[in-house]
């Protein structure tokens, strides 16, 4: 990802200082004349943006808080931005060592993997001071095609936290789906045309119009009753025993919508069945009007 990000700085006239493990990484980079820097430490000593992009919590504390580290060598008034997808505790923590130094740090995790990386269009989550962000957007937005300001430091490494959470379990749920619906005797090729042309990917996702208009406001009146979803499940259920295909995920959501149904909420909208979670979590997803779109 670093190697990516660091070239679309260069081409757009940022000097650039780079270090990593193995020097042939940053040969391109090198050739198209960026700086070399034998440390981490010699990074920061040259530079008034630093940025970090490493594998997890480890090697970024290793390479902020370690030997001929970032953090000890920071000139005052430095801001050190973090893209790896890090422990919100770490970057707290090195924010607190950064702060000591004069300097301010940001977390800005990066959504859009390789591919974005490639293209210069990934999404940049960010947490820490908004001052600091607006003062390094001229830099980050070499490489983003969007940098959403979360909050105070670590909402950055939280939202993307959740975010992949989210992708990720999307991904194997998508798996069953299409394992159920294939070994039903639909091809695949017709299921991705059908999902595609569907509600999943269209206006009526969730985020667009269905949280919006239910949860986040609070307003469960039936656009889609929970006994009519409820029903849904169970077809799948008769479907997956069938043909024999596990449901372990889809089991799990029914559970919910039963659940929801043993309250005697059949007649309102499907997603009052979300308010459960919200109970065993003590949390509303609730947003003020005026975020409701």
């Not at 290793?62 to 505790?89: C, F, M, Q, W």
């Not at 656009?223 to 995920?249: C, M, N, W, Y």
């Not at 459960?276 to 003590?282: G, K, S």
């Amino acid at each position: 990802m670093g190697l990516p990000l660091s070239g679309w700085v260069l081409t757009a006239g940022f000097p650039l200082v780079v270090y990593d493990l193995n020097k042939e990484a940053a040969h391109t980079l090198l050739a198209q004349g960026a700086r070399w820097a034998d440390s981490p430490a010699s990074v920061a000593t040259q530079c008034e943006v630093v940025c970090t992009c490493l594998p997890g919590p480890t090697e970024m504390e290793e390479v902020s808080l370690g030997r001929n580290g970032i953090v000890e060598n920071l000139k005052p008034g430095a801001i050190y931005i973090d893209h790896t997808s890090n422990s919100p505790e770490t970057v707290r923590k090195v924010g607190g060592a950064v702060l000591g130094r004069g300097a301010t740090m940001l977390d800005a995790p990066i959504d859009g993997g390789v591919e974005g990386a490639l293209a210069g269009d990934v999404t940049l989550f960010a947490g820490g001071d908004p001052e600091a962000l607006t003062r390094v957007m001229p830099v980050l937005e070499t490489f983003s095609k969007s940098v959403v300001w979360m909050g105070d430091l670590g909402t950055g490494c939280v939202t993307k936290i959740v975010h992949n959470a989210l992708a990720m379990s999307i991904d194997i749920l998508l798996a069953e789906c299409m394992t159920l619906g294939v070994k039903s005797g639909v091809s695949l090729q017709k299921l991705v045309e059908a999902f595609r042309q569907g509600c999943i990917v269209n206006e009526n996702m969730s985020f667009t119009k269905r949280m919006p208009e239910t949860l986040f406001k609070g307003d469960f009146r039936a656009r889609f009753a929970l006994k009519l979803a409820s029903k849904d499940f169970r077809l799948a259920e008769e479907l997956s025993i069938q043909h024999g295909v596990p449901t372990r995920i889809i089991d799990l959501c029914q559970s919910e919508l039963l659940e929801a149904m043993k309250r005697g909420w059949g007649d309102f909208d499907r997603t009052i069945s979300s308010t459960i979670q919200e109970e065993r979590a003590n949390v509303k997803l609730r947003l003020p009007s005026e975020h409701i779109s």
